[in-house]
């Protein structure tokens, strides 16, 4: 049985070996600061905050998947005064375990941050993704996400939404 729940500090150093992981195999580059940050800092960054929050996929107390949420902080230039930033997230650090994709996992967790952001007042959900992440692009499609831009980037950048129902 899956077990989908917020990350809890305990769970914290499990979680982020299994990110790096999952980041390393899937992005064609190296990583950023900001992303490792988010590894390296996740308690503050996720954990203490009321308007973000990591959410991880445990089988038998595995990690198997992963997604977070924070509020989008307009950081993007070509969407520059798209979202009212006081009421918009972003999605990020999607993954699932490549063993365990296309069973449901990455619904269940779509399903639990949209609930969290419900909780949390976000009406718009962000997120970017790239052609080269395995069924990134599909996967957010089939869950109604709505392509905004898609940046003819070195990384392929396509910049997508959903409002909340």
Partial sequence: ???IREVKTTEIEQVSKFLLKTMQEVYPFQLSEKSLRDLTEMESLFIERTDAT?????HNERVVGTIAVRRYDGRIA???DRYNLDTTC???KCYVDKSERRKGIGSLLMNRVRRFCREANY?????HTHHFLPGGFHF???KGFQV????MDEFETIHMEQLID
């Fill in 90 to 92: 972003e999605i990020i």
């Fill in 123 to 127: 009406s718009t959900l962000y997120l």
């Fill in 78 to 80: 070509s969407l520059f």
């Fill in 148 to 151: 905004t831009i898609e940046d």
């Fill in 140 to 142: 957010w499609t089939k």
């Fill in 54 to 58: 990591m959410i991880a996929a445990f």
């Fill in 1 to 3: 049985m899956i077990d």
